[in-house]
């Protein structure tokens, strides 16, 4: 039998092995850097995510900021949006045409690039409403609360924003605590002058100092003296502090017409011996005293019901640097931080320091871009203002709702010798307005009412002059003088963002 030999290799050809070695390192290599590729454009897409979502969020701010402006420029009474509950859709109060600032169905929209005012595709923009958690109430029971407690509102920012073409969309709810700011609310002055015909109505008048011309509010005469309630038998209520209407002087107060004291056929109401005069029982003034709880015609002649504090007024006629404090009182009115902030409010709106044949136009403009509460700041010498400078819609009859939503303004007249004068006639309709004088003396010839505030150094009581406050003031104080803080920030993922 013959043997077969097997065929072998050559010791040491290994021909193409290297091939499939490199082969099978390049699809290893190119598996890893498929996915290193594949993991390289998710992080790239998930940073172009990251960085749209940060840039929606930041939109979203820009537009609770933009509300925040809006309230400060505005009136609490055009926020008519009752804020739903928890889960439940917006009411009908909440869905009317827009773009409006009250309205959740058809919200305002603010474009940050390219033109136009809407939010389109492939732009950055946010959308924005407001809804009332709880509205401002001017009376509260913590007005009269010892110590006081300001009186406030809550009201929430809704601000949707919108980055690019998306996927980015971010919601914020914002609420806010709208307080004013802390000042006597009411007419005051340092020092009063003057011995004109003045009317006060729903008001009452602070002063650091006396005052002379008190005349009885219950007979006419001139002089000093406040809206009547026969009815009742004795002055109608201040508005704002749910009592009745009255003098509250650290000094005398006197029905001379010469002097703070005795003459002219007048002289000081109160005393520490009488201690209260039966004709001025509201009043308070330097020279009053403690009220005996019993005997005593003044003490505890106003019973203020139990939903607005309770308790009973006056019990005291003695008014101090104390007193005067807890309704508000600082020298000059406001801080230096709110007159700033007041100074460059006018200034973005372009009126400040504005020539007085300028105001009519200016504010026109401003109220047709949605300011109806702007600001007029003076601080470059004296200014003289006719009703005749304002736009109509600024001059009001005197409304009784609160619900009003009326156009009004804060002057501010600033520096030392800087006075405001003004004239506006004894018929409606009347100016609107908030007015700082807190350098200087605010006067007038002629008739000269107003609807609103007053705070001065010197207030001239000389002629013929009515200061009123209305139920519509008292609800939507200029928001120039309004306090907005935010309490609550959360980004609000209840529902899908279209």
Known sequence: MTLRTRPTMPRGNDQGVGVITVIMVMAVLGSFLITATGITI??????????????????????????????????????????????AAPGATCTGPGPSWTSAMNPMEVKLDGPGSTCVVATNCFKVWIGRVSAYVPNCPGRVADPQVPCSGTYRIHSTGLAGGGPSARKLAVDVKITPYPFPIGVFADALSGNGNVGVHRESIFTNGCMMNRQRDDQSGSGVQ??????????????????????????????????????????????????????????????????????????????????????????????????????????????????????????????????TGSINATLTGLSAAGITSPV?????????????????????????????????????????????????????????????????????????????????????????????????FASNPPGATLDVQIIDWREDDSQNIN
């Open 376 to 472: 007029l700041f003076w601080e470059n010498g004296s200014v003289s203002l006719n009703a005749t400078n304002f736009p109509a819609s600024f001059l009001r009859s005197l409304d009784t709702l609160g619900s009003c939503a009326a156009k009004s303004v804060t002057i501010i007249v600033s520096g030392p010798g800087n006075n405001l004068s003004y004239q506006g006639g004894n018929t409606a309709p009347y100016l609107s307005a908030s007015i700082f004088v807190p350098d200087g003396t605010l006067t007038g010839t002629g008739g000269r009412n107003t609807i609103g505030t007053v705070f001065a150094k010197t207030l001239d009581l000389g002629g013929n002059v009515d200061f009123y406050m209305d139920q519509c």
């Open 42 to 87: 998710n992080n790239l897409d998930n940073t172009s995510r990251d960085r749209q979502a940060l840039s929606a969020l930041a939109t979203s701010e820009a537009g609770v900021a933009q509300a925040i402006q809006y309230l400060r420029g505005g009136s609490l009474g055009s926020l008519t949006c009752v804020e739903p509950a928890a889960g």
């Open 226 to 355: 406040f809206e009547y309630d026969t009815a009742a038998g004795r002055p109608v209520l201040d508005l704002i502090y749910n009592q009745p209407v009255a003098v509250h002087a650290t000094g005398d107060v006197s029905t001379s017409n010469q002097s703070c004291g005795s003459g002219g056929g007048g002289a000081p109401i109160h005393n520490t011996t009488t201690k209260c005069d039966s004709r001025f029982r509201f009043d308070q003034t330097g020279s009053g005293a403690v009220l005996p709880s019993s005997g005593n015609v003044c003490y505890g002649a106003y019973v203020r019901p139990a939903a607005l504090g309770g308790g009973v007024y006056p019990t005291s006629s003695a008014f101090t640097q104390a007193d005067l404090q807890k309704y508000g009182y600082r020298p000059r009115g406001l801080t230096d931080a709110q007159y700033d902030a007041l100074r460059s409010q006018a200034k973005a709106q372009g009126t400040h320091n504005i020539a």
